[in-house]
Structures are given as structure tokens and as C-alpha cells.
Antibody, heavy 117, light 108 residues
Framework: EVQLVQSGAEVKKPGESLKISCKGSGYSFTSYWIGWVRQMPGKGLEWMGIIYPGDSDARYSPSFEGQVTISADKSISTAYLQWSSLKASDTAMYYC??????????WGQGTLVTVSS | SYVLTQPPSVSVAPGQTARITCGGNNIGSKSVHWYQQKPGQAPVLVVYDNSDRPSGIPERFSGSNSGNTATLTISRVEAGDEADYYCQVWDSSSDHRVFGGGTKLTVL
């Protein structure tokens, strides 16, 4: 059974760094792109970027380029999304997704990130 | 960048047919995918590649795509179909994945 299991909710202060994770299982982790999707409170879905764990080739939405870093450790089948300096506007639910073809066939359960002073 | 436009809301009575549109420039040349998101849950893929259904998705869910509009059709709507629906494409010119703004389906 394919599963994407994300790390737990985080509460951080502005300016702090953060790295959240997404562990894949039940399939060949290095054979599918893994992406990240943001959903701000009460808002829609936004594609942030994507990585191919096989060679760590990463692509970013222009809206998020330079704001976050997407990485992967294929030895432990885990993808990451990280911030070096959080802002209050980063408060959101973040989903990891597996891309098959041009669509997202599996979604993680989501990680809620709250940034507040 | 490529823009997908959805109506903010659609309302339908139980047993009727709901149609949710997704507009984009020459979207008929792209593969369109649809996701359902219920409150407090992660989105679920309900239609991919314009009209295919993942296993476990009822036949009541169908899709079409032509010209500048793609449509998700839900037949014999049930109370449990009440959710937000998002369309999504891959924009090959930029290699970006794009979501529509979402449509809230209300079952009256």
C-alpha cells in the first residue's frame, strides 16, 4: 500500500528555521516525483515545487523560489521542505504529494505549521 | 504563467447533476485532473487525464475537456459529495503544476 506519512504539527516563532518531512512507503521512492502543496487557512491549493528523489532534481513555483528548499534523502525514502527564516505568512497546512504522470495520485496527511510571536 | 479559473461556488439539490467548470487558455490541449477536499481532510484525486477515474471513485464522477473549458460532472449528487473541488494541469511551457482556485459544492 502506497503511503506518504508527514511529520507532526509545528509551532514556531518568526525568524526561526524549520524542516518538515514526508516519508514514502509501499513503492519505489526513487521512481516518482514528490511535490509540496501549500494551503493557507481558508484558502485554496498552491503548488510549491517538486523533487525527483532519484537524482534530487528540484523545480520550484516562481512564488516559492528562494523562499523554501526542497530536498530528499533516498536512503530513507524521505522528502523535506525547509525554511531558513519563517514569517507569519508561512502559517498554513503543507501537503506532500506523489506525482504520477502529470497528476498527484497520493497525498500525505498534511503538516500544520503555525508561525506566531 | 498559466491560469485556471473556477467558479467559487456551485449549488445543487440531491439527486441532480452538478457541473463544475475550469477555464484556461486552450485547456483542451492539456490533461486536466480533479481533486475533492472535504473539511479537515487531505485532497483526493477523483478524475485524472480529463476523464479517467482512480479505483474506488464512483462512476457518478466524470470529466470532459474541450476548447477553453474542462468540466467535472457529478451525477446523482449525494450529501456526501459536498466538498471543495480543484482542477489541476501541468503547464509544459514552464514545467509548472497549476491549481484552479477551487469550487465549493453545496448540496441543498
Amino acid at each position: 500500500e502506497v503511503q506518504l506519512v508527514q511529520s507532526g504539527a509545528e509551532v514556531k516563532k518568526p525568524g526561526e528555521s524549520l524542516k518538515i518531512s514526508c516519508k514514502g512507503s509501499g513503492y519505489s521512492f526513487t521512481s516518482y516525483w514528490i511535490g509540496w502543496v501549500r494551503q493557507m487557512p481558508g484558502k485554496g491549493l498552491e503548488w510549491m515545487g517538486i523533487i525527483y528523489p532519484g537524482d534530487s532534481d528540484a523545480r520550484y513555483s516562481p512564488s516559492f523560489e528562494g523562499q523554501v528548499t526542497i530536498s530528499a534523502d533516498k536512503s530513507i525514502s524521505t522528502a523535506y521542505l525547509q525554511w531558513s527564516s519563517l514569517k507569519a505568512s508561512d502559517t498554513a497546512m503543507y501537503y506532500c504529494v506523489r506525482q504520477k504522470g502529470t497528476y498527484f495520485d497520493y497525498w500525505g496527511q498534511g503538516t500544520l505549521v503555525t508561525v506566531s510571536s | 504563467s498559466y491560469v485556471l479559473t473556477q467558479p467559487p461556488s456551485v449549488s445543487v439539490a440531491p439527486g441532480q447533476t452538478a457541473r463544475i467548470t475550469c477555464g484556461g487558455n486552450n485547456i483542451g490541449s492539456k490533461s486536466v485532473h480533479w481533486y475533492q477536499q472535504k473539511p479537515g481532510q487531505a485532497p483526493v484525486l477523483v478524475v485524472y487525464d480529463n476523464s479517467d477515474r482512480p479505483s474506488g471513485i464512483p462512476e457518478r464522477f466524470s470529466g470532459s475537456n474541450s476548447g477553453n473549458t474542462a468540466t467535472l460532472t457529478i451525477s446523482r449528487v449525494e450529501a456526501g459529495d459536498e466538498a471543495d473541488y480543484y482542477c489541476q494541469v501541468w503547464d509544459s511551457s514552464s514545467d509548472h503544476r497549476v491549481f484552479g482556485g477551487g469550487t465549493k459544492l453545496t448540496v441543498l
